[in-house]
């Protein structure tokens, strides 16, 4: 067989070979929806497909209690509450994706129009910096400068008693892990949208600056508008992104199935939360009870189910540009 | 037939080309006559909030690795870079990080030499072959699925796989026939995932950069497609594939969530069985990303100076490979060099 392979390969086996290997992507896919699915089904089937997701009891006391279980468990040990988790996700993606996509567009126009050549030189480099840093250390980060600062100079001692028989206010918790995730998801985007930018016809803009627009007004009314879609599609990748930030969130988000109340005013900021991402990597040593496992796995249906919509939606977003034969 | 000049190449799967380190289009140089000091005060402003933008990046860029400097040289000591990890709950007691590293070095070297051919074999295929349409189309949007996946999803998926008991050979058994699942091969397989995306999308970048004639030279010569991919689009492309799998080392040192799940979390490298090279592929270790995961305050360790010194070789690993991947991405192809 191997003889055979070394042989000078025909166009026609050549491809047939060749895009073999390249259908083992598809394989793959198809095996992890599969797999994952599977492994899900007892979370689904006892909760009613999707009513897992909804809210309920503390989130925290149930994965406990399914620890302790035997390795066939009744069904009720199965029932899950997990809004809490679901909840962080959400308020993180939203808060990051939204604070970083106005900070990225700014800064996408000055490395596109407005930054002079030795800077640019400067603040290219400094996005792949930002992009290639792994988020363990911007967890590190997170949890030994900021968490410790939050938790001596923001929290006033009788916001602490406040609360204190709800939370323990340690400084991790929803500022801190807003702020790293924005500072983590700027970069895709940055990315995205300066592609975006470059790619406009030089025409148009300089038909805008024809016309009288300043390098502003040209900038913002034919290049960032025209680029719109690819500002979307940026907010939805960067949302993938984020959705599925496991080791950074758990680092610093306090880790407790808590879904912070906006009615609590400023303390709100400081409250603890979980991700649905950070809870599967916290559960990785229980995984071997029954329901802990089908949980996990139902959590990662949860997050390959959306990571999947917002890949399709970041495609389709994109598609208005791509009619227009700009390249992004 | 050919394939090559279509409508609108998509662009790459992975972040754009800013963060691909491909070459760019030069800016275009801003025009004369028009001073700020002439704008209107909204103009202005708006002018100055691009600036704070772009001056804070980098602040927080320098910020960020300054500490990281700072911290990581004050507690990293030679002594630390050869010893053995210990569990301690004291952290004088916690020895170096020498198993991590090594443990790094072992996942990198085999999750992208898995990756590398993966990603430019379905590139070459799909440029060059790419028949029939929809395969083609549906691989590509696959790879880009793939990229989009967060990595603890791989992970959990990366368990249930080598769980079965069809991959018991790949990792330690336990008395009761269970499979752990967990070692270097499981944690390097789901790590290449993560490489595929990239080294694809710059395979695919440099493919569609070769001009057809090129090709069409070659075809005229006699030579059949996959002679002509051999022979002249490899040597082409192959800066473009350097870059890919550089950038995807780069990700694959700095990932933390799959080898949290499937590298067995012990602090040491323990080989499984007696095999002398095969043993510690079986077995289960960690890795620099690992440790300082469980070196901070949110693990179990809790020794944060350890966890300093770790995350800035951590870094520096990942800064160089980035390094390297832009200045493969400069150097001239042989194509330019020839017309």
């Known amino acids: ?328 | 037939m050919s394939t090559i000049p279509r409508s609108v190449p998509p662009a790459p799967a992975v972040g754009g080309a800013l963060l691909a380190g491909g070459p760019q289009r030069p800016y275009r140089p801003a025009p004369r006559r028009d001073s700020v000091s002439s704008w209107r005060w909204r103009h202005r402003a708006a002018y100055g909030a691009c600036w704070a933008a772009g001056l804070s990046l980098c602040l927080i860029a320098v910020a960020i690795l300054g500490y990281m400097a700072v911290e990581g040289v004050q507690y990293l000591s030679l002594e630390m870079l050869v010893t053995r990890p210990e569990p301690s709950l004291d952290q004088a007691q916690t020895g170096g990080i020498l198993d991590p590293i090594l443990g790094t070095l072992i996942l990198t070297v085999m999750a992208i030499l898995i990756a590398t051919p993966l990603g430019a074999v379905a590139a070459i295929w799909i440029v060059e072959y790419g028949r029939p349409r929809w395969l083609a189309r549906t691989i590509e949007s696959g790879i880009e699925v793939v990229a989009g996946t967060p990595d603890i999803v791989l992970a959990i998926f990366g368990l249930a796989i080598f769980q079965l008991p069809l991959f018991a050979p790949l990792s330690f058994t336990a008395d009761g026939g269970g499979v752990f699942g967990r070692s270097f091969f499981a944690a390097s397989a789901m790590l290449s995932l993560i490489a595929i995306p990239m080294v694809f999308s710059a395979t695919r970048e440099g493919l569609l950069q070769v001009p057809a004639h090129v090709r069409e030279a070659s075809w005229a010569l006699g030579k059949t497609r996959i002679c002509t991919i051999r022979s002249v689009l490899l040597p082409v492309v192959r800066r473009h594939i350097a870059t890919g799998s550089t950038l995807g080392m780069g990700r694959i040192v700095g990932d933390t969530a799959i080898v949290v799940v499937l590298l067995g979390g012990s602090l040491q490298i323990t080989p499984v069985g007696d095999v002398p090279v095969l043993d510690v592929l079986k077995g289960s270790g960690s890795t620099l990303t690992t440790y300082v995961y469980n070196a901070s305050p949110a693990g179990e360790g809790n020794a944060p100076q350890k966890a300093y010194a770790a995350a800035f070789v951590l870094l520096v690993l990942v800064l160089l490979l980035n390094a390297v991947a832009t200045s493969i991405g400069k150097r001239s192809s042989p194509l330019e060099a020839h017309s």
């Open chain 1, 1 to 328: 067989m191997f003889r055979r392979l070394r042989e000078p390969w025909t166009d026609r086996q050549a491809a047939w070979r060749l895009g073999a290997v390249s259908c083992l992507v598809l394989l793959v896919i198809l095996l992890m929806v599969v797999f994952v699915a599977v492994k899900a089904w007892p979370t689904l089937s006892n909760n009613g497909g999707v009513g897992w997701l909804g809210p309920g009891e503390d989130v925290d006391k149930q994965m406990s209690a399914m620890l302790t279980t035997s390795r066939h468990p009744d069904s009720s040990v199965y029932h899950l509450d997990a809004w809490p988790l679901v909840y962080g996700t959400i308020l993180t993606t939203i808060v990051a994706v939204g604070f970083g996509l106005v900070f990225s567009v700014l800064a996408a126009i000055f490395i596109v129009e407005f930054a002079p050549e030795w800077l640019r030189r400067l603040v290219v480099p400094a996005v792949r910096l930002l992009a290639a840093i792994p988020s363990v250390v911007y967890g590190l980060v997170g949890i030994l400068v900021l968490v410790p600062f939050v938790n001596e100079h923001l929290i006033s001692a009788e916001r602490r008693k406040e609360v204190e028989y709800v939370v323990q206010l340690t400084g991790t918790g929803v500022l801190v892990a807003c702020l790293v995730l924005t500072v983590m998801v700027t970069p895709i985007m940055i990315a995205i949208v300066v592609d975006a930018l470059r790619s406009i016809p030089t025409a148009w803009t300089e038909g805008a600056t024809a016309l009288g627009a300043n390098r502003w007004e040209a900038m913002w009314t034919v290049s960032v508008r025209a680029a719109r879609p690819a500002i979307v599609a940026a907010a939805v990748l960067a949302g993938a992104r984020a959705v599925g930030e496991a080791v950074m969130i758990s680092m610093v988000s306090g880790s407790r199935g808590f879904s912070p109340n906006l009615m609590d005013g400023l303390t709100y900021l400081f409250e603890p939360f979980r991700t649905v991402a950070a809870s599967m990597i916290e559960q990785v040593d229980g995984l071997n009870a029954p329901a802990i496992s089908s949980s996990v796995y139902a959590m990662a249906l949860l997050l390959l189910f959306s990571s999947l919509v917002l890949s399709i939606g970041g495609y389709v977003a994109k598609l208005p540009m791509r009619r227009q034969g700009m390249r992004v």
